[in-house]
């Protein structure tokens, strides 16, 4: 596959933060398919180790695999779902997305859709104008049930995670839309890279540990089980755009500051050397709202150099869209990074 179909075969598995064993495990039965042997930390995310020529200044590459997504928060009087969010994001842009309950209990799956109580114009004069919030906002359950005990009835609880139906399309102008292409394409990135890796028999300068997290969407991330030689620390995340943005679609973003504080000056600028030099078409910015892997090792006090890039994703946190070009740019960046020498 490359990495498009990786996109695909990605966005198909549900994995909000979590409940991402399955996509987790998909990933270690695929990459170790290639000949490597991976290793799964104790929160759950997995980490792939490529010996280089230098063994003593290591680098850590990330990518993560969780997702947005809901939990069940109660069952309400009319058999109908209140949901609690998991991830930064707002309750409209949910609205009218297909879903699937993963029903804990009984290991079953339900679908439904997440609507507005007041949704229909028909009945209700606030319809179009009613807030929408954990209160008014609930998922219709694809079964035959108008109460608690029946919606109980079938398996459901509180604490029950909710996907998304990611709707993944590819257009014929080269437009990838689909929910969580952040950060599915990076892990795509990162996994056809490792395939090239040992297809080509590439020796990489540097010991590189590919760092696959389960856990960027609640903040804390990919912030420990970080070797000690580690120098450098790249997250290959999603690029903002927006007003006041230079990201767009069609470059690879490269995070001068986020949330958290500007990234290494440096190793920032060995990146726009290595654009410039490979004549990979890349963009400057900062992402105000926004914080990565790397800044939660930052924050967890681990001692690299951070870095972050990542293609350009319209409408980010919900139905999202990038295009070809700012994928190609990306995993362009990737490979010639990981294949450089550090100074």
Do not use: W
């Not at 039965?29 to 010996?51: C, D, H, P, R, W």
């Not at 078409?281 to 001692?303: F, H, Q």
């Amino acid at each position: 596959m490359n990495t498009l179909n990786y996109i695909e075969k990605l966005t198909s598995i549900p994995s909000p933060t979590g409940y991402t064993n399955e996509i987790v495990s998909y990933l270690k039965q695929e990459i170790e398919s290639f000949g490597y042997e991976t290793f799964k930390t104790n929160k759950g995310a997995l980490m792939v180790s490529v010996s280089g020529k230098d063994n003593e200044r290591h680098r850590v590459v990330t990518a993560h695999v969780d997702t947005l997504g809901a939990i069940v928060r109660s069952i309400k009087p009319n058999g109908r779902l209140k949901i609690d969010l998991v991830g930064g994001f707002v309750y409209n842009s949910i609205e009218g997305e297909n879903c699937i309950v993963h029903v804990n209990k009984n290991n079953n799956k339900i679908s439904g859709t997440i609507l507005m109580h007041q949704i229909s114009v028909h009945v209700y004069k606030d319809a179009s104008t009613a807030e929408r919030n954990q209160d008014n906002i609930e998922i219709r359950l694809d079964a035959k049930t108008s109460s608690k005990k029946e919606t109980e009835d079938l398996g459901i609880q509180v604490g029950d995670f909710i996907s998304f139906d990611p709707r993944t399309i590819i257009t014929e102008t080269g437009f990838i839309k689909s929910r969580h292409l952040d950060d599915k394409v990076s892990a795509a990135i990162l996994i056809n890279q490792l395939k090239k890796i040992k297809e080509e028999n590439i020796e990489l300068p540097h010991t590189t540990h590919f760092y696959f997290s389960n856990n960027e969407e609640i903040g804390y991330g990919a912030n420990s089980s970080i070797p000690k030689e580690t120098v450098e620390y790249l997250a290959v995340d999603m690029g903002a755009m927006g007003d006041d943005q230079q990201t767009d679609e069609f470059s690879v973003s490269i995070c001068v500051k986020d949330s958290s504080g500007p990234y290494n000056f440096d190793f920032k600028k060995n990146l726009i050397e290595l654009c410039e030099k490979n004549n990979i078409p890349y963009k400057l910015d900062i992402y105000p709202r926004y914080g990565s892997d790397a800044s939660a090792a930052m924050s967890a006090g681990v001692d690299v150099k951070h870095a972050l890039f990542g293609a350009g994703i319209e409408s980010s946190h919900a139905y999202e869209r990038t295009h070809k070009d700012s994928i190609v740019a990306t995993e362009k960046l990737v490979e010639v990074y990981i294949n450089s020498e550090m100074e």
